[in-house]
Antibody
Framework: EVQLVESGGGLVQPGRSLRLSCAASGFTFDDYAMHWVRQPPGKGLEWVSGITWNSGNIAYADSVKGRFTISRDNARTSLFLQMNSLRPEDTAMYYC????????????????????WGQGTLVTVSS | SSELTQDPAVSVALGQTVRITCQGDSLRSYYASWYQQKPGQGPVLVFYGENNRPSSIPDRFFGSSSGNTASLIITGAQAEDEADYYCNCRDSTVNRVLFGGGTKLTVL
């Protein structure tokens, strides 16, 4: 059974940093691109960042570019999101998501069918 | 435009058919995928690509695409289909993924 378990969320002051983790199990982690998607309270889904299976291609939404860094550790079957210079508008539930396509090459956005999602970890940015 | 547009809310009578639409220029080049989200839960993939439904999803869920519009069609809507539905696809010009704003489906 595929499982994605996010952790690392919490209450943080504006300007501070937070590192999110996503522990994956139930599939061969290093065969699939992974993404982070967030959802502000009461609002819709917003794509944040994606990373290919071999970390060969990485992309970010304009709203987080230069502040957030996505990475993965295939040996530990884990995905990470380092979030720096946090702003109140970053307040959201953060989900990690696995893509459907096996070892899809090219740009990470090319694999946008997200077949499994975690339950999310809540990040609140407030003073 | 690099956006995907969805109607904020749609309703359907129990057992009837409903179409949820998603519009955007990127849909002329790429197929959409569709997600169902119920309160307090993570999203669930219900349809993707040209004609693909995950094995766990009931066969009353269909997808279609024409021009700049993708549609999720639910035939014989059930009470348990009441949820928020989101479309997504990749941006046709930039290396990023787009999401529609979501449609709240009410089953009457």
């Amino acid at each position: 059974e595929v499982q994605l378990v996010e952790s690392g969320g919490g209450l943080v002051q504006p300007g501070r940093s937070l590192r999110l983790s996503c522990a994956a199990s139930g599939f061969t982690f290093d065969d699939y691109a992974m993404h982070w998607v967030r959802q502000p309270p009461g609002k819709g889904l917003e794509w944040v960042s994606g990373i290919t299976w071999n970390s060969g291609n990485i992309a970010y939404a304009d709203s987080v570019k230069g502040r957030f860094t996505i990475s993965r550790d295939n040996a530990r079957t884990s995905l990470f999101l380092q979030m720096n210079s946090l702003r109140p508008e970053d307040t959201a539930m953060y989900y990690c998501a696995k893509v459907r396509n096996w070892r899809q090459g090219g740009e990470v956005a090319g694999s946008s069918y997200f077949d499994y999602w975690g339950q999310g970890t809540l990040v609140t940015v407030s003073s | 435009s690099s956006e995907l547009t969805q109607d904020p809310a749609v309703s359907v009578a129990l057992g009837q058919t409903v179409r949820i639409t998603c519009q955007g220029d990127s849909l002329r080049s790429y197929y959409a995928s569709w997600y169902q989200q119920k309160p307090g839960q993570g999203p669930v993939l219900v349809f993707y690509g040209e004609n693909n439904r995950p094995s766990s999803i009931p066969d009353r869920f269909f997808g279609s695409s024409s021009g700049n519009t993708a549609s999720l069609i639910i035939t014989g809507a059930q009470a348990e289909d009441e949820a928020d539905y989101y479309c997504n696809c990749r941006d046709s010009t930039v290396n990023r993924v787009l999401f529609g704003g979501g449609t709240k489906l009410t089953v009457l």
